[in-house]
């Protein structure tokens, strides 16, 4: 069964409560279970062992003189977090700041299961995809294995290949080609004739630019179209 680590952050706890009572039904509807810790303050969520999770619930408004649930979004995303994040709010307005933070949905309040539990599905279905597969990577020396959910995008340069990863940069022997072929179930698409992008490192996109983690880089005109269809699938758009 598998198992998928949670943040509840709200300040109150009857809808907590409640949110992981929800947690619970479409864990035993859908064979799956979520390991549920909730805060009342951003402060205490920061705390901990934020990079672990793979889902957090934030509130938005969180008592007068702590940090909202924004700026604790800000704060996650800075840490390098990649979890799926959810605003709960009684303030649709605050929509357009998700953005900012690449928060997959918002749970306004009161939120029925019926609707929680759909936004649940896209969620899962985004962390499913980022299982990943292993590599392997002809290096001048040798042979390296790596995981592909632990490449954030492949890049030709000159006759080698780069295989960016979150760690370090590869440069190795072979085609795009073949790698995009290799990895085209695994949420990876190409942005232009020499990238080729790993989705779920994507946080947002700016003009004719996405940005992978820290860098941006270029989308190529002819490849824009088919790109954006990529990624829109690989958000549940």
Known sequence: MKQYLTAIIEDDPSYAAYLKECLDRYGTEHDCAFQVRSFGRAEAFLDSVQGLYDLVFMDVELGKGWMNGIEAARALRAAGSMAMLFFITNMPQYAPSGYDVD???????PISYRSLSV?????????????????????RDGLRV????????IEVMGHDLMFH??????????GLKEREE????????????????NLRFVNGLFGDEVSVGSERIRIGRTRKKEFMASLNKYLGG
């Open 119 to 139: 936004k649940l599905d896209k969620a899962l279905r985004i962390l499913k995809n980022r299982d990943g597969v292993p590599v392997r990577i002809r290096v």
């Open 146 to 153: 790596v995981s592909s959910a632990d490449i954030r995008y």
């Open 182 to 197: 290799e990895l085209k179930d695994k949420g990876f698409a190409r942005c232009s004739a020499s990238v080729l992008v």
């Open 103 to 109: 928060a997959i949905d918002y749970c306004i309040k």
């Open 165 to 174: 990863t979150e760690g370090e940069v590869i440069t190795a022997y072979g």
